[in-house]
């Protein structure tokens, strides 16, 4: 064992004069997670809309300030009097809706005034255009201001009606989309190395002959995938540390789990990912067979385990695919972790898992291993 601890830890040594493996180790985990959390940090849901007005009246204009005022943060307001521009833009995605206000909007029909006094109230019909690509967003601005029209015939009218809708928190905080992903992010970073850095550098070492120098010493072939695992889960670990910092740091992240589930959680995680990583690595006679196999692999992992894209978003047989997937587990239990404050009886079927498969790529590494070129 003190062997291999050494084995390990010279090749730490050697990967912090790398500058490549520092580079996926710290940077390249850190891109994603500022890419993803500045998208999805933000909760809040706004619309870009261009808006013409057709109207004059004082009842538009006062109702178009206060409609673009700077309070209203669910809108970002563009003026414009050309609607065939406007389109081409929405067609373009620039825009998710268009507001065409007509020339009467707010007037008030003084014939049916002097007849009736309940008719002295400004009227019209704006209307809300949307791409019919793209129908969700614009029907939702229309949904909105259709609420703001009812708001405000309420007021004028001094009218309740008769069936209303309330709107009461549970009280508890649910998921938001940067949970998800970050969750998911954590999952990456664990996975990074183990399938990315692993299978290349151990057939590499194959090719240049290090390995058949370090097998005429007394130093096993177990000793050699042991040694190797630990190096890289070390890597693993220190990238997911990287990871969880920034992710507090930058975008205010907020563990509501225990930091004592987490951590052991992730370090099984990182042996299992490893693991896996070896049976390439233990096979492979070089990087360039080793490569492609673990891309078979690791971008399946990615896109079907659920860490990006919720597997219920999937067709009904990918979301069965999943669930035999190794990164699915190590994304699932980590979201326990750190968004439902699970305890370990709450993710021990997310740790048998990953236990199951981490034996079953041990044992396949071990039997799989290759001293190099000419070794059987």
């Not at 939702?140 to 209303?164: C, D, K, R, W, Y």
């Amino acid at each position: 064992m003190k062997a291999t601890l050494t084995y390990a830890w010279l090749m730490l040594k050697r990967a912090a004069r790398d500058k490549t493996a520092l580079f996926f180790t710290i940077v390249f985990p850190l891109i994603f997670l500022v890419i993803f959390g500045s998208l999805y940090k933000n909760n809040d849901v706004n619309f870009n809309v261009a808006v013409i007005n057709h109207a004059n009246s004082a009842f538009a204009t006062d109702f178009l300030r206060n409609f673009d005022s700077s309070e209203n943060k669910t809108f970002k307001i563009t003026k414009t009097s050309d609607f065939a521009t406007a389109k081409d833009k929405m067609n373009r995605g620039e825009y998710n809706s268009i507001i065409e206000i007509p020339a009467n909007f707010g007037e008030v029909d003084q014939t049916a005034c002097v007849q009736n006094r309940e008719k002295c109230l400004p009227s019209g019909q704006m209307t809300v255009y949307y791409d019919e690509a793209q129908p969700q967003a614009g029907q939702t601005v229309a949904n909105i201001m259709s609420g703001i029209m009812t708001e405000m015939n309420q007021q004028m009218t001094n009218f309740t009606p008769p069936l209303t809708v309330a709107q009461k928190s549970t009280g508890a905080k649910g998921l938001t989309t940067f949970d998800y992903i970050f969750a998911g992010l954590i999952a990456y970073a664990l996975m990074t190395m183990s399938l990315f850095g692993l299978p290349q550098q151990l057939p590499s070492e194959k090719k240049t002959g290090v390995l058949r120098r370090v097998r005429s010493t007394p130093f096993r072939g177990s000793q050699v995938i042991v040694g190797t695992v630990l190096y890289y889960s070390v890597l693993c670990l220190i990238s997911t540390l990287l990871v969880v910092l920034v992710g507090i740091w930058l975008f205010g992240f907020q563990m509501r789990g225990s930091w004592l589930i987490f951590w052991p959680f992730c370090i099984l995680s990182s042996l299992m990912l490893s693991g896996i990583g070896m049976i390439f690595a233990a096979f492979a006679k070089n990087e360039k067979q080793a490569a492609p196999l673990a891309m078979m692999v690791a971008f399946p992992m990615m896109f079907l385990s659920g860490i990006f894209f919720p597997t219920f978003m999937m067709a009904p047989w990918m979301q069965e695919v999943a669930k035999f997937i190794p990164l699915s587990s190590v994304g699932d239990g980590v979201r326990a972790i750190i968004t439902e404050n699970a305890g370990f009886g709450q993710i021990l079927p997310q740790i048998g898992i990953i236990a199951g498969f981490a034996l079953v790529a041990y044992f396949i590494s071990f039997r799989v291993f290759r001293w190099g070129d000419d070794a059987e």
